[in-house]
């Protein structure tokens, strides 16, 4: 009784950052008392790789099936499939409808991301298949990158770096840039995402706007009910909302116009946010000044043209990658699978 009540108690402590990690930890330790024989025939297909640690982890509790592993995946699922309880995916490869369709024993999908737009959550509703994601956990280091981002495009980090490694200084100064502090900044969705990003912007001086798909009570931030007013109105512009179907192209020609060529994109979100030949062509024409971009819309291709401007920081969607969160995404995933096959309440889940 002492583990179900637990499990209660966690669904509604698991956002606050001092009991997060102790009650994840506490969570993993009362499932794996009594979890090992129970679940080691349960059949859990990992999409792609995505951790080597989770993917030990679940080798040692699950019946694992890589998919990756066969080159002739309809054949594999085929062979497979009444075997596969669960789909373990991410932001590359989750669980679309033709996953889910050939899989008729599928219970849950335990997603190592927060974002959900790989799962086909229509399908997974009507099937009644559990899914989970990883929020809370990797919030911060989501929201450290963008201000990392911020701050490497207006001071020019990455090209002073260079200008330094190629012997440069010996011969000239490097030009002057542009402070961060004080810089007004507009935030596309006011999630635990945004909301962090707001935290970490504000401690820099600068004002606060938001737009989101409604005006958020306890914000003490200006909000814009039209994004293209938000850009007007800010000097850098960050995207931190969910991917769906009405924030595909959020940030458009209009609202790259909006925030004009002295103004910064920076956006961790997701690639199809921003309408990337637009972007592009912005930066190029001089229509906006800066990006800092760790998304992509057809990652891993990256337009050529981004690699010739210097006033565009390209990382490669590494906004949660750091050790101690990508051990918590994982742990988290495997509580959850845990929870569910000892039903147990999931931890976080989303349907």
Same mark, same amino acid.
């Given at each position: 009784? +002492?583990?179900? &009540?637990?499990?209660?108690? +966690? /669904? %509604?402590?698991?956002? &606050?950052?001092?009991? /997060?990690?102790?009650?994840?930890? %506490?969570?993993? %330790? ?26 030990? #982890?679940? #080798? ?21 499939? #009444? ?23 599928? @219970? $849950?999908? &335990? ?15 009507? /099937? *009644? ?5 990883? !929020? ?44 961060? &502090? ?9 999630? /635990?995402? *945004? ?8 401690a820099f001086g600068c004002p606060i706007g938001y737009h989101s798909r409604s005006r958020k009570p306890n914000a003490n931030y200006k909000y814009y009910s039209s994004v293209i007013d938000l ?14 179907? @009405?924030? +595909?192209? $959020? ?11 002295? *103004?910064?994109? $920076?956006?961790? *979100? ?5 309408? @990337? ?21 057809? @990652? !891993?291709?990256?337009?050529?043209k981004l690699f010739q401007l210097q006033n565009v920081v390209l990382l490669s969607h590494v906004g949660s990658d750091t050790v101690e969160t990508c051990k918590a995404m994982a742990d988290l995933v495997l509580a959850n699978l845990e929870a569910h096959f000892l039903g147990k309440p999931l931890l976080t889940p989303v349907v």
């Amino acid at each position: 009784m +002492r583990s179900s &009540s637990f499990f209660h108690r +966690r /669904r %509604r402590k698991f956002s &606050s950052p001092q009991g /997060r990690n102790q009650n994840l930890h %506490r969570a993993l %330790r009362i499932l794996s008392v009594v979890s090992p024989k129970l679940m080691e025939n349960k059949g859990v297909l990992m999409t792609c790789p995505m951790s080597s640690y989770l993917e030990e #982890q679940l #080798q040692k509790r699950f019946r694992l099936l890589k998919l990756w592993d066969s080159q002739m995946k309809a054949d594999f699922l085929k062979q497979n499939s #009444q075997l596969i309880s669960a789909v373990v995916g991410n932001t590359v490869l989750g669980a679309d409808s033709e996953l889910i369709d050939s899989l008729p024993n599928l @219970e $849950i999908v &335990s997603s190592y991301s927060v974002g959900l737009d790989k799962i086909d959550l229509v399908k997974c509703k009507e /099937r *009644g298949i559990r899914v989970t994601n990883t !929020p809370d956990v990797l919030t911060d280091d989501v929201a450290d990158l963008a201000i990392g981002l911020a701050l490497a495009t207006l001071r020019k980090i990455s090209v002073a770096d260079g200008f330094l490694r190629n012997g440069l200084w010996k011969n000239s100064d490097f030009g002057l840039t542009t402070k961060f &502090s004080g810089k007004s900044v507009g935030i596309i969705g006011l999630g /635990r995402i *945004g909301s962090a990003i707001a935290k970490r912007a504000k401690a820099f001086g600068c004002p606060i706007g938001y737009h989101s798909r409604s005006r958020k009570p306890n914000a003490n931030y200006k909000y814009y009910s039209s994004v293209i007013d938000l850009a007007a109105n800010c000097q850098i512009l960050v995207v931190a909302c969910a991917l769906t179907d @009405e924030t +595909r192209h $959020i940030v458009n020609r209009e609202v790259i116009d909006a925030l004009g060529p002295k *103004g910064i994109l $920076i956006n961790i *979100g997701r690639g199809p946010h921003v309408d @990337e030949p637009e972007l592009v062509s912005a930066l190029v024409e001089g229509r906006l000044g800066g990006a800092g971009l760790d998304v992509y819309e057809n @990652e !891993p291709e990256i337009p050529e043209k981004l690699f010739q401007l210097q006033n565009v920081v390209l990382l490669s969607h590494v906004g949660s990658d750091t050790v101690e969160t990508c051990k918590a995404m994982a742990d988290l995933v495997l509580a959850n699978l845990e929870a569910h096959f000892l039903g147990k309440p999931l931890l976080t889940p989303v349907v």
